[in-house]
């Protein structure tokens, strides 16, 4: 089975653009197929996602799973656990190992839903 050869016919719309237009457009389409995909990044977590930024954040494994943990209990965890818990130690004036220990504690976590109170601040 032979393929047809329709290269020249696919490239029609774009050769007459000059590589500066194909890299435009290039970087065009490049853009519209991430785009998607950076959406879901701000709209979307779970658990392994918010244990992962807080094992970079410098907490332990069990620690991580803890704040996690609590954060889906108090419904924080849309806001990130990272945010939480850095928000918190702004605010009860405490470094961030400090308020996420604390929260690992089962302490803090009425002022952290404090912190978020009406939903819509991030």
């Not at 290269?7 to 065009?28: G, V």
């Not at 907490?59 to 806001?79: D, M, Q, T, W, Y």
């Not at 308020?99 to 404090?114: F, H, I, P, V, Y």
Request: glycine fraction near 8%; include cysteine.
């Amino acid at each position: 089975m032979k393929r047809n050869d329709d290269f020249q016919e696919r490239r029609a719309h774009l050769a007459e653009l000059t590589d500066e237009q194909l890299e435009a457009r290039f970087w065009e389409l490049a853009n519209k197929l991430v785009d998607p995909l950076l959406q879901m990044g701000y709209e979307y977590t779970s658990p392994a996602v918010e244990r992962s930024v807080l094992l970079r954040m410098g907490f332990s494994s069990l620690e991580a799973k803890s704040i996690v943990e609590g954060c889906i209990e108090h419904n924080l965890i849309a806001h990130g656990t990272g945010n939480v818990i850095y928000r918190l130690s702004k605010a009860q004036n405490l470094g961030i190992r400090e308020a996420g220990l604390a929260l690992c504690d089962g302490k803090l976590w009425n002022e952290a839903c404090e912190l978020f109170k009406g939903g819509s601040e991030q």
